[in-house]
């Protein structure tokens, strides 16, 4: 299953599932019409788990200056790492409500930037995600078994039964 994100596409080849969750058209199937929650890019389910990809492509060649600009002050200042906690929990509890969460979860990032700048952001938002690096002996379920930030690279190498490329411009959506 083929999903796309503006000209980046990532093969789940063998999802049992696959949907572009931060989906925003009424007349779509997966809109789900609460747009003041946070939702990730995409909710992928297979067999023994169920992922969620949040995408953020500041490497992309038509990328603005300001834009760029912005997205690495927010990496720097940690606002975007809290975004990026936001989206997890906020999809996470939109699918829990829906019962649909019967697996355990993995938040993956696809960002693409420097492989050196990954690894701490990952920490950041993991950092950020409940329960916080705290052990509380009560809960039976972690809500993410583990959250990873990826470039197309380290993405491909990591997870090449799910190759991610970079669309042509007339290929690729709007």
């Known amino acids: 299953m083929r999903l796309r994100e ?20 009424p007349e779509r199937p997966n809109y789900h019409g609460l747009a003041e929650m946070h939702r990730v890019d995409f909710v ?3 067999e023994q788990a169920i992922v969620f ?5 500041p490497g992309n060649p ?13 990496l720097n200042d940690g606002s975007l790492s809290s975004t990026f906690a936001a989206k997890f929990l906020d999809s996470f509890l939109y ?18 930037l420097e492989a050196e700048l990954l690894p701490n952001f990952s ?16 809960w039976k ?15 491909n190498e990591n997870f090449p039964k799910w190759p991610v490329i970079r669309l042509p411009a007339v290929e690729a959506r709007p």
């Open 44 to 46: 992928v389910e297979f």
């Open 95 to 112: 699918r829990w409500a829906e019962a649909r969460l019967d697996k355990p979860v993995h938040y993956l990032n696809l960002v693409t």
């Open 62 to 74: 038509k990328a603005q200056a300001k834009g760029l600009e912005k997205f690495r002050t927010e």
């Open 6 to 25: 503006r000209d980046l596409e990532i093969d789940f080849t063998d999802a049992m599932d696959a949907i572009v969750f931060d989906q925003m058209k």
């Open 123 to 138: 920490d950041e938002i993991e950092r950020k995600l409940p329960p916080m690096g705290k052990a509380v002996p009560r």
């Open 141 to 155: 379920r972690q809500l993410a078994v583990n959250c990873q930030v990826f470039n197309i690279e380290t993405w």
């Open 53 to 57: 990809v949040e995408i953020k492509d």
